[in-house]
């Protein structure tokens, strides 16, 4: 043993001498030794510019003073920036230029939200891979994306950017993005681009759901649930990670060294780079945590901030710090190293320019189809009574509503490069693909908070002569997204209205939804006879949603979020802790209380008076127009604390159309040293079931899927035992028992 032991060592350390020192560091240290402490600096400062050729930007960056570049997105200017980095400074490091490419470039996706909807891994990487490819073709080799905030609040303007409230998603989703950004780890590839993990961490957490503000994440919550998804970020690769505006519990994002250097560096061995947010460095003045910007460099810095967004605290204070002795210098060649190791592995130093001779390919036929499969795959179906959808295509249609025809607001947050005019609306496919439908159109409303009720006996008279109404609303694009919170989550405007008007007509009613966030639509479902939900879908929203009416395409997306009945009720999410005191199924509603009832006559349970204990629709939800059974749940009674267990149902379709399920398994820890979750999503796959047939799915369930961080912040799985669900929703009732022995 002892000899085999040695041999092994031995080999070991053959391997280390021999393994070729990492020719990339080398190269780095190689630069470093021969820059100046101000070449270096440069290197740290992130500039926003236009798509013009500005003097002063090129003299700056001739002299080293500019590492990256934000928001230019024509090629040529990009290429003249660059050559004077590469050809025309001393140390001929090239720019990276970076752009917010959240849900595409020009063809663009559902929003995050809607694309979470999917649960389709595959799907998000494919989207991911397409706004890459459009976008480098530009210039850009930076996106500012996934954002893998958890959020919980749909007051949230920026509920709309991310993969919802849940970890374990946002986890999955999220490294399917990066992967689809970056080319499936060929960070060199010259159609990838480098993801950014943001906003590190807490931001979806804003008190109030106000966007910037302070969030208090206590230590437990912060690991077990916010922290997570970064975690499985840099475990596949992420190139960057851009910290957040808020601060947690007093302490912002962008001086919080626990956070970047402890836990992210140290912890997790993040080595690519870590930018601020837009000016989140200077904000610490106004946080009252700096006095002044040399304050602010000072503090992040120490914390670990490589790069600077925008704001000028490390140009213009960082060397003064060196020679005060405050800063040492090799923090500064910290940050290079990891701005310079991705520029390395981006292959820039080789491949600077953008090549302008082919010119790029936007909106091409397959994107355009990968949009259409995402809207349509993005779509919840929340009602159909009555199997009103699918409708035929022979059905006279009355089409109403704002955002019946909205190519702008279609689009959704963050289309900063998405041209309208190829944005492929409800109408416009009426127009064009769908064009044999029988439809009369009247707009009712001219945007979402139009309150100009002049056109609704129109819309009455039209749904009146038709068989069906189908009546379009939801919220402009400006309504979502960062720093468009909103407190109240109806639908905005006299859109309720509309709906009624509309209903008053006597004929069937589809609703269709088109908003950045799940708004509080409970009352408007007595007027709705089918609900069609769609977080903002992207180029191709209309021919996808017409797809889904006329049944061409079978719903299948599942709510990423909880959809609250009063945003008075939030937060309000599915992966909860037990309270002493849960309230019981049916709880005691307004009208029930008894006159002069006494103190404790309603049960002292944890519920609202007024809107009782359960959400408007759960996460997870979302019907179909094929119907799932579930049955024959198995798994094994024990799982050994190092190992896994395969958990198998069966799924039926049990309805004469085909259909895709997404099925999810949910797991509870039933009893554990710190309070822990009712159920916490563990795994999902779409399933494909055709018309009558029943299939068996199987999940593999690992300790370490159960392991959390309890009071002593180490992470560490419990014996004891768990429930499981599987189903088609968090409110799943197929359920079983296993334990973990000790
Ligand atoms: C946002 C970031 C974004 C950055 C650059 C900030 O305001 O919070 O998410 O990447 O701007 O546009």
Redesign the pocket.
């Known amino acids: 043993m002892k000899t085999i032991g040695c041999f092994v060592i031995l080999l070991a350390l053959f391997a280390a001498c021999s393994a070729p020192v990492d020719e990339t560091e080398r190269k780095i240290n190689d630069l470093l030794s021969r820059m100046t402490t101000e070449e270096k600096i440069g290197q740290l400062f992130q500039v926003s510019l236009d798509n013009t050729v500005d003097e002063r930007a090129l003299q700056a960056i001739r002299e080293g003073k500019m590492g990256s570049v ?1 928001n230019v997105v024509n090629p040529a200017v990009a290429n003249t920036l660059q050559k004077a980095a590469v050809e025309e400074s001393r140390m001929g490091i090239p720019i990276i230029f970076g752009r ?1 490419v959240i849900h595409g470039f020009k063809t663009l996706a559902p929003i995050p939200l809607g694309q979470a909807a999917s649960f389709d891994p595959q799907l998000i990487h494919d989207c991911a891979r397409m706004s890459a490819v459009e976008a480098r073709s530009v210039g850009i080799h930076w996106t ?1 994306a996934p ?1 893998l905030d958890i959020a919980r609040d749909a007051r949230w303007g920026r509920i709309a950017e991310g993969f919802g409230e849940d970890p374990y998603l946002t986890a999955r989703l999220g490294v399917a993005s990066i992967q689809g950004f970056q080319a499936d780890g060929q960070l060199a590839d010259s159609h990838a681009l480098a993801a950014c993990a ?2 590190f961490a807490g931001y979806g957490a804003a008190e109030g759901g106000r966007d910037y503000n302070t969030s208090n994440i206590p230590p437990l919550l912060w690991r077990n649930v916010y922290l997570t998804p970064f975690e499985h970020a840099v475990s596949a690769g992420v190139a960057t990670v ?1 910290v957040s ?1 808020n601060d947690n519990d007093g302490i912002p994002s962008s001086s919080n060294k626990e956070l970047v250097k402890t836990i992210l560096r140290d912890d997790w061995h993040f080595d690519g780079l870590v930018v601020s ?2 000016t989140s460095m200077d904000e610490m003045i106004a946080h009252g945590v700096a006095k002044d910007l040399k304050d602010v460099a000072l503090l992040s810095i120490d914390a670990g901030l490589d790069m600077e ?1 925008v704001s000028p605290a490390y140009l213009l204070h960082l060397a003064e710090l060196v020679k005060e002795g405050k800063v040492p210098e090799t923090a500064i060649d910290n940050a290079v190293r990891n701005i310079l190791r991705i520029k390395f592995r981006m292959g820039l130093f080789d491949r600077p320019y953008t090549d302008t001779s082919v010119p790029p390919a936007f909106y091409t036929e397959e994107s355009l189809q990968l949009a259409r499969k995402a809207a349509v795959e993005s779509a919840i179906l929340l009602k159909n009574d009555g199997d009103l959808l699918p409708l035929s295509e022979t059905q006279k249609i009355a089409v109403i509503g704002p955002m019946a025809d909205a190519p702008h607001d279609q689009l959704g947050t963050w289309c900063f490069d998405g041209d309208k005019t190829h944005t492929v609306t409800p109408v416009g496919a009426l127009k064009g693909e769908y064009r044999h439908i029988n439809y009369i159109y009247e707009p009712a409303l001219a945007y979402s908070r139009d309150k100009n009720t002049a056109r609704f006996d129109n819309a009455r008279r039209a749904a009146a002569a038709a068989d069906v109404a189908v009546v379009f609303v939801g919220e402009e694009a400006i309504l979502s997204g ?1 720093a468009h919170s909103l407190s109240n989550l109806n639908l905005i405007g006299v859109q309720s209205d509309l709906l009624k008007a509309v209903k008053s007509a006597g004929k069937p009613v589809v609703l269709v939804v088109m908003a950045g966030r799940p708004l509080t639509i409970e009352r408007d479902l007595p007027c709705a006879d089918a609900v069609l939900y769609n977080f903002h879908p992207g180029t191709m929203g209309g021919p996808a949603i017409l797809d889904l009416l006329f049944g061409r395409a079978n719903p299948s997306g599942k709510l990423p979020v909880t959809v609250v009945r009063e945003a008075g009720q939030i937060p309000l999410y599915y992966n909860h802790n037990n309270t002493g005191r849960p309230a019981p199924d049916k709880v005691t509603t307004l009208d029930e209380i008894p006159l002069e009832a006494g103190q404790t006559s309603l049960g002292n349970t944890s519920f609202y008076l007024d809107s009782g204990r359960d959400p408007l629709f759960p996460f997870g939800y979302g019907l179909s127009y094929s119907s799932f059974e579930y049955s024959n749940l198995t798994l094994p009674g024990q799982m050994p604390a190092d190992g896994a267990i395969t958990i198998k149902a069966t799924i039926t379709n049990s309805s004469r159309t085909d259909g895709t399920e997404v099925a999810q398994l949910y797991v509870r820890d039933m009893v554990a040293s710190v309070a822990r979750p009712v159920k916490e999503l563990k795994g999902f796959q779409r399933v494909w079931l055709k018309a009558g047939e029943t299939k068996e799915i199987a999940f593999e369930l690992t300790a370490s899927d159960l392991a959390f961080f309890g009071r002593d912040l180490v992470r560490k799985i419990e014996p004891g035992e768990f429930t499981v669900w599987v189903g088609g929703d968090s409110n799943a009732q197929l359920k079983g028992v296993f334990s973990i022995p000790k």
């Open positions: 934000i917010d500012f954002m943001k906003h851009m505006f947010d837009w967004m960062e």
